[in-house]
């Protein structure tokens, strides 16, 4: 397989170069021109500002008819980076790569250079860099911005590190793979007061803990057990003080499935508990509920695509087909919504190894020895797909 030790060098410095430079969703301008630059290097098409800060960079190989996109996301968290020792740590303050977005653009630059130096495919290739893929919206700004019109592709190919899963590891599944994700905010009106005299007030705090109570009695009491869901309360805030009942309390929380029904179920019994919960104490209540991502399913006729592609780059031993699905999100969902495809995991370190840190923690890191891996499984992914169709 072709991945030469000068190549694994250019893209630890890659990766690493782009952990210094983190940038938030549809912020990434010196990352999008870096990435740009490195693709216009090895002679690629570079289409810039699709969706903001995204881009895409096309190669065109024989007369073949197919044509694949192959993603990668760019933006980073906002949090500050706690591992001072790091000699790649973020050099923006408050802002760090802790999801692993520096690898995966990484990958996806060696398989653009694999597949711009070997040339051994028949069709085109995309290579497409997404912006603000944290909060859901990068795709779907892309999407919107024509994305598809002006790019047409017949499948799309993805993939996210996981620590907790051993290096040289890839697995995926049919349908749905990670979770949508809604976002609730729930405002409470009572009535504040003295904390002595807490009969003559309607006590917001009181009405918040059986809501947070309530709140756990949809997925144990409303949703079928063979459908997945999870409501999380994060956080609560009051305009409260030591001495004083609050008149205002506000919950803050999210809640993930993998179906439209049970979305709509979850937000269905929120505001007939909230509602019903502040009514019996004389309180009001208003929920505000939005749909951040949608769940990401794997289309049935791609997903063995990727598993055939991963078994020729890792091992058949090491290619989980049918893994668990996770309820975390990825708005790579949004994509999948519009042409076929499928996404898949890629180890970053077994427990207790180097890689094992996890996601969106302040000392996580991507695993330098994943790079080879994933721009292998990109390559060997255009060369087996594009093969499939006419020529």
């Not at 919206?137 to 598809?148: K, Q, S, T």
């Not at 990825?330 to 995991?345: N, Q, R, S, Y």
Request: hydrophobic residues 40%; glycine residues 10%; negative net charge.
């Amino acid at each position: 397989m072709y991945v030469e030790s000068e190549l694994g060098t250019q893209m630890v410095n890659w990766r690493r170069q782009l952990h210094q430079m983190p940038e938030t969703g549809f912020n990434e301008h010196r990352t999008s021109g870096y990435v740009a630059k490195a693709l216009e290097l090895m002679g690629l098409e570079v289409h810039r500002g699709i969706g903001g800060t995204g881009l895409v960079a096309n190669l065109t190989v024989g007369n073949g008819s197919g044509v694949i996109g192959l993603r990668a996301d760019m933006d980073a968290l906002a949090m500050t980076e706690s591992a001072v020792d790091r000699p790649h740590i973020s050099q923006n303050a408050g802002c760090m790569h802790g999801c692993g977005h520096d690898g995966h653009m990484a990958m996806l630059l060696g398989a653009a250079q694999i597949l711009s130096r070997t040339r051994d495919f028949n069709g085109t290739v995309r290579f497409i860099f997404q912006p603000a893929e944290e909060h859901g919206r990068g795709a779907n700004a892309m999407v919107r911005d024509g994305l598809f019109e002006r790019f047409p592709v017949d499948e799309i190919y993805g993939a996210h590190n996981i620590p907790g899963m051993p290096v040289g590891h890839i697995a995926t599944r049919v349908g749905g793979i990670m979770a949508s994700e809604d976002n609730f905010v729930i405002r409470i009106q009572g009535r504040g007061g003295h904390a002595a005299r807490p009969q003559m007030a309607i006590d917001p705090l009181v009405v918040a803990a059986e809501i947070i109570l309530g709140l756990q009695t949809i997925v144990a009491r409303s949703v079928d057990p063979a459908d997945s869901a999870v409501v999380s309360c994060t956080e609560i805030h009051s305009d409260g003080i030591r001495n004083a009942i609050p008149t205002h309390v506000e919950i803050k929380g999210d809640t993930r499935s993998y179906s439209p029904h049970v979305q709509a179920l979850l937000e269905r019994r929120m505001r007939e508990l909230c509602l019903g919960i502040a009514s019996a104490h004389g309180a009001t209540c208003e929920v505000e509920y939005t749909h951040e991502f949608v769940p990401t399913v794997n289309w049935p006729q791609c997903t063995p695509v990727a598993v055939r592609a991963a078994q020729a780059v890792v091992g058949v031993e090491n290619v989980d087909g049918n893994v668990a699905p996770m309820m975390i999100s990825e708005d790579f969902g949004a994509f999948l919504k519009v042409v076929p495809g499928a996404f898949v995991f890629i180890g970053n370190g077994a427990p207790d190894s180097v890689g094992c840190v996890p996601l969106h923690n302040a000392r996580y890191d991507f695993n330098d020895e994943v790079l080879p891996i994933g721009a292998r499984y990109f390559a060997e992914l255009t060369r087996e797909r594009l093969s499939a169709f006419k020529q």
